[in-house]
């Protein structure tokens, strides 16, 4: 395979990511380098030497020194899922859409074979041997491997156009998983390695410092400032919606104090005296807060711990086994991405609390809640103001 292969693009006025986009593809497409899934339209595209090009990972110093690895879901990654588990480093893959939560961690059964492991490193693997990793997990990812359309050899990146890889890495910085120290590599093929215009960066884009073709590594020196953490004002409601996950970050990033105004919205400045709520563990309260079996519906009508919370609203969680620890409810919630700001047990009488920032993070909870099972049972989801009306 040669460069001969490569898009012939120069810059243009007026041209846009999509206009790039378009042409790898149809190149792709047209010059027989696709490979399954065909076609490779609106898909990070798998190409024929995928494999190959692959190959280059573990030969970089970057990967040598990794203990714990993050590549992308989709085919032509998968030889480097493989080379990760071949080395006995842990890989992360995100969840698809993020729909379940940011990370799935990839568990191959004791003494695997290479031909095991290679299964484990398909998406089919990647559903049969994951693990889910809570936000809670403090994990710390020493390399990033993110799928392309297109590259520059600046280290310029542009996706498939849904931005789920720039948001994953937006949500890493918010946990603290990656810092601008942490190397991001790209695998694709000679024809993705092009020219891009720098007009058509934004802020929340990825850059890459690494791009692993079939015949070449290119070592970008990129010095463009990675994201920073999330864009809220890029993100719209119908992605909260979609994305469990991104409704515990905003309410944390809500906690600090940060500006978490969603595309769309008006800017909320807070009113003078107004505190905000401070994010309790299980069975802890402020002091001067009554406790739950001192004043169980205080906390079901969402009632502030004083008056200067008065946003905070509540959700009821019922039918809990008679067996359930608070720390089966805690996972399953950081496992939906709908982690509470205090979290209030009520084991005797097989019920909990949950306390949100603001009306709206609590229907969102209840609608992610949903038939939430514990053990063999459903548990019951309702606001906490809904419930005591019942």
């Known amino acids: 395979m040669s460069r001969g292969d490569c898009v012939a693009m120069e810059p243009r006025a007026g041209v846009s990511k999509q206009d790039i986009r378009e042409q790898i593809w149809d190149h792709m497409e047209s010059q027989n380098l696709a490979d399954f899934p065909r076609p490779v339209h609106h898909r990070i595209p798998n190409f024929k030497g995928a494999s190959h090009a692959a190959e280059q990972l573990p030969r970089l110093q970057a990967f040598k020194t990794a203990r714990t690895i993050k590549v992308n879901p989709d085919a032509p990654q998968k030889n480097a899922r493989f080379f990760v588990l071949e080395s006995n480093k842990t890989l992360l893959v995100p969840t698809p859409r993020l729909r379940t939560g940011l990370f799935n961690k990839i568990t191959p059964p004791p003494g695997a074979t290479k031909d095991i492991l290679r299964k484990c ?112 004002s890029k993100i719209s409601r119908e992605m909260m919606e979609k994305i469990p996950v991104l409704r515990s970050l905003r309410a944390r990033e809500q906690q600090a104090g940060k500006d978490v105004t969603l595309q769309g919205e008006h800017q909320h400045l807070p009113e003078p005296g107004r505190q905000q709520a401070v994010p309790l563990s299980a069975g802890r309260r402020p002091p001067d807060t009554p406790g739950p079996e001192a004043n169980s519906m205080e906390a079901a009508r969402g009632s502030p711990a004083g008056e200067g919370a008065p946003l905070a609203a509540d959700v009821y969680v019922g039918n809990l086994p008679r067996d359930a620890r608070v720390s089966d409810l805690k996972r399953a919630l950081r496992e939906l991405g709908s982690v509470p700001l205090r979290l209030t047990w009520q084991g005797p009488q097989r019920r909990a609390f949950l306390r949100y920032p603001d009306s709206a993070a609590a229907q969102q909870a209840v609608s992610c809640l949903q038939g939430l099972r514990l053990g063999t049972d459903t548990l019951r989801v309702a606001l906490a103001r809904q419930q005591r009306d019942k």
Not at 170 to 184: C, D, L, N, Y
Not at 200 to 224: K, M, N, Q, S, W
């Open 121 to 232: 490193a398909t998406s089919q693997g990647v559903r049969n041997y994951s693990v889910p990793i809570g936000l809670d997990s403090r994990v710390l990812v020493d390399l990033v491997v993110v799928g392309s359309v297109a590259v520059s050899e600046k280290g310029w990146r542009i996706g498939k156009g849904e931005g789920y890889a720039d948001l994953e890495y937006a949500m890493m910085v918010s946990i603290g998983a990656v810092s601008k120290e942490t190397p991001v590599v790209t695998i694709v093929h000679d024809c993705q390695v092009v020219d891009i215009p720098e007009e058509l960066l934004e802020e929340h884009d990825v850059a890459v410092d690494y791009i692993l073709t079939p015949t070449r590594v290119i070592t970008t020196g990129c010095e463009r400032p990675q994201p920073m953490g999330i864009t809220w």
